[in-house]
């Protein structure tokens, strides 16, 4: 059975950074998608970055682009988002998920389109 596993999270000030890790178990990747979204309170989930499970395609949100960098380690099964110059704004549950759904931006920016979810992990920036 699939497990998604997040950590990572926490309290930063504004402009710091924080490193976020997926630790994924139970499956075969090697055709899916890793993503990471986020929702804060009272908003809906929205897509934050995804990376090919083979290969080096990556994909972001336009507000995390040049501040994010998704990566993969397949040796340790792992995810991880790098997330600098943070700002209040990207306070939120950060989640990891799995899709198999394909590889255009829009299957990929979609939470519908994700089979596995992890049970997320708390970032909050405070200003």
């Known amino acids: 059975q699939v497990s998604l596993v997040e950590s990572g999270g926490g309290l930063v000030q504004a402009g710091g950074s924080l490193r976020l890790s997926c630790a994924a178990s139970?499956?075969?990747?090697?055709?899916?998608?890793m993503g990471w979204f986020r929702q804060a309170p009272g908003k809906e989930r929205e897509f934050v970055a995804a990376?090919?499970?083979?290969?080096?395609?990556?994909y972001y949100a336009d507000s995390v682009k040049g501040r994010f960098t998704i990566s993969r380690d397949n040796v340790k099964n792992t995810v991880d988002l790098q997330m600098n110059s943070l700002k209040p704004e990207d306070t939120a549950v950060y989640y990891c998920?799995?899709?198999?759904?394909?590889?255009?931006?829009?299957?990929?920016?979609?939470?519908?389109?994700?089979?596995?979810w992890g049970r997320g992990t708390q970032v909050t920036v405070s200003s």
């Open positions: 998920a799995a899709s198999a759904a394909g590889y255009r931006y829009s299957l990929v920016a979609a939470p519908r389109n994700y089979d596995y």
């Open positions: 139970g499956g075969t990747f090697g055709n899916f998608v």
């Open positions: 990376i090919r499970w083979s290969g080096s395609l990556t």
